[in-house]
């Protein structure tokens, strides 16, 4: 007889088939100015046909990684993109009704993968004003979880775990045999990492991401960190030749260019102070701690703010429904202040207009 998974018929999915391309795109927290196009040029000018054709080869990428973290090879392994990563992690250490801990909202993948496989999911709230209690989480560490998913910083709250904060729950967790997850996409956003748990402990991953800073979201490429063991059952899971050859070329190139990453990083931080220095001048809440991306409470109607930015400005931004106390808001992604100032721009002028 034919037959279906019940936990892929029964998943609720999304998909988002939105045509972005002529517009300012602060929606989905991508880089909008992206890399220098020069630099572009630059990398894509040895491409020669033989590259192309050829399937890619994930050994020298993953030395020059390797270098870049400090570490070797037997503790990374190459995905197409952190989430790739995720999943397989959730796959390989949880079982069919096995339990995982969360906290929410988060990035929805961490949900996702959980259902799709069977998983329980357990969330874990944030208080009304946005901040985590992390005797939260640790009251939800019992003797049945087996993974313990954070995010630092999270997406979309932008709060971040202190060095106590962590070491507590982590030390729960080795005291009963948890594995940790610790998904690091925003990373030097906020340059405060834990990667040195998962290059020193075993029972610990951390995944990154080329996607956000390293403005590469359209190549796919990501990596998880882990204890020799661990990461060898990711790899297991991997299909063959599951990372791009244009995305390890690019991405080589921006690894061994650090004036590249740093000025993706000034350009961000003048951006964000940008907007901060905007909002704060012009009466505006917002939250957002770290990560490229802040919750703005409008002064009138969230959704009719995003549906005119698209229609009227080219712009795009998103609403996010009853966060915490600031109720309905907008969620921008930081761009450099150039995509910064256009949308305060197109907020001043909107925000005055719509009636509610």
């Known amino acids: 007889m034919y037959y ?6 029964n998943l609720y999915r999304i998909f988002d088939q939105n045509e972005r391309k002529d517009y300012v795109r602060l929606d989905l927290n991508e880089n909008p100015g992206g890399l220098p196009g020069d630099f572009i040029q630059t990398v894509l000018s040895s491409v020669t046909p033989q590259f192309v054709a050829q399937y890619p080869e994930t050994l020298h990428f993953t030395e020059v990684l390797a270098k870049f973290l400090g570490t070797d090879i037997s503790r990374l392994c190459l995905v197409n993109g952190s989430a790739e990563g995720i999943r397989y992690i959730i796959q390989a250490f949880t079982s069919p009704g ?11 993948m961490f949900q996702i993968y959980s259902e799709m496989y069977g998983r329980q999911f357990v969330k874990v709230p944030y208080n009304d004003d946005l901040s985590m209690d992390v005797s939260r989480i640790i009251d939800e560490m019992t003797e049945e979880t087996q993974l313990l998913i954070l995010l630092n910083p999270n997406n ?3 709060n971040v775990y202190s060095d106590q904060e962590f070491e507590r729950i982590f030390r729960v967790a080795q005291e009963k045999e948890i594995n940790v997850l610790v998904d690091e996409a925003y990373h030097y956003f906020y340059p405060k990492t834990f990667i040195q748990y998962a290059l020193n402990h075993d029972h610990i991953f951390v995944t990154r991401t080329f996607s956000k800073l390293f403005s590469m979201a359209g190549c796919r490429l990501g990596y998880v ?18 990372t791009n050859a244009f995305a390890m070329k690019i991405a080589e190139a921006v690894l061994e260019n650090p004036v590249i990453l740093q000025q993706l990083i000034a350009d961000f931080n003048e951006g964000r102070q940008y907007l901060i220095d905007w909002l704060d001048k012009n009466g505006y809440r917002h939250k957002g701690e770290a990560g490229n991306f802040l919750f703005i409470k409008p002064r009138t109607n969230a959704q009719l703010i995003v549906e005119r930015m698209k229609k009227e400005k080219k712009i795009l931004i998103k609403t996010y429904p009853n966060v915490g ?3 309905d808001c907008l969620r921008v992604t930081i761009g450099a202040k150039e995509y910064m100032k256009q949308f305060t721009d197109a907020l001043k002028e909107l925000d005055q207009k719509i009636s509610v």
Do not use: A
């Open 225 to 242: 960190v882990g204890w020799p063991d661990g990461v060898k059952m990711v790899q297991k899971l991997c299909t063959p030749h599951n």
């Open 325 to 327: 106390e600031f109720g």
């Open 98 to 108: 096995g339990r995982i801990v969360g906290v929410m909202p988060s990035y929805f």
């Open 4 to 9: 279906l998974n019940d936990n892929v018929k």
């Open 156 to 158: 979309p709250m932008g």
